[in-house]
């Protein structure tokens, strides 16, 4: 969220620990001290909000917890961190390529007090589609498909239209958690978003934040593209 609406070209730095003050050999300190000396380096102004625990350097855009209690959970599944803050230095060895921070046009100063709705909604097999006519019931704007496979629907393509119908704007994240959701004839014929190769609980800030903009089908898109 902040990666997306802050405007701000000096590095915003998210820091925590894997092991409590009470636990034998805690990293609190150590990431503490190298968030702190990231977000002193001059090469990280610029380049959006940034994570770094375990002297790894990752994107927002592109980090997740990837196990519960190991040092090295924070990782960028596709595109692997940015940078290293080892002893000696901090290092980069990438720079963001899409909208973020000081670039993106929604800013956090002139957003609604309160987002549209969007939900996730995860699809397996027999997945209940009536959760979509919930949703739809209760006033969701929006719903992003955590999608089998490559971010496939199936099984819930009656219940979407449903909610199309209505008004309501569908993306498809893939449950992989890698790879893209690619723009294929049969998604867009079906008037779904591709969710590129976003996390779904990423896809859904970004789609809350889109549907400030527009309901467009193809403008949402191009924000997916864009960010």
């Not at 867009?188 to 976003?198: F, H, K, L, Q, R």
Request: proline residues 5%; charged residues 20%; contains cysteine.
């Amino acid at each position: 969220f902040m990666n997306m609406t802050v405007d701000i070209k000096k590095p915003v730095v998210f820091v925590g620990s894997q092991r409590p003050w009470t636990a034998l050999s805690g990293d609190g300190p150590v990431n503490m001290y190298n968030a702190v000396r990231v977000a002193a380096s001059p090469d990280a102004a610029g380049k959006g909000v940034l994570q770094c625990m375990n002297q790894s350097i990752h994107a927002a855009r592109d980090v997740t917890k990837t196990s519960a209690y190991r040092m090295n959970t924070f990782q960028s599944i596709d595109l692997g961190m940015m940078g290293v803050a080892d002893p000696d230095v901090v290092k980069f060895y990438t720079e963001p390529t899409r909208k973020h921070t000081y670039l993106s046009e929604f800013n956090i100063s002139t957003l609604p007090a309160n987002l549209p709705k969007v939900h996730v909604l995860y699809n397996y097999a027999d997945s209940a589609d009536y959760l979509i006519d919930a949703m739809v019931e209760n006033g969701v704007e929006g719903i992003v498909i955590d999608g089998t496979g490559a971010g496939s629907v199936s099984g819930l393509t009656d219940a979407i239209k449903r909610a199309q119908d209505k008004g309501v704007v569908v993306v498809a994240t893939a449950r992989t958690h890698g790879g893209r959701v690619q723009d294929t004839p049969r998604r867009s014929e079906a008037n779904i978003v591709p969710g590129d190769n976003y996390l779904p609980e990423k896809a859904r800030i970004l789609l809350q934040l889109a549907l400030t903009k527009t309901k467009d089908v193809s403008e949402i898109s191009k924000y997916f593209i864009e960010y």
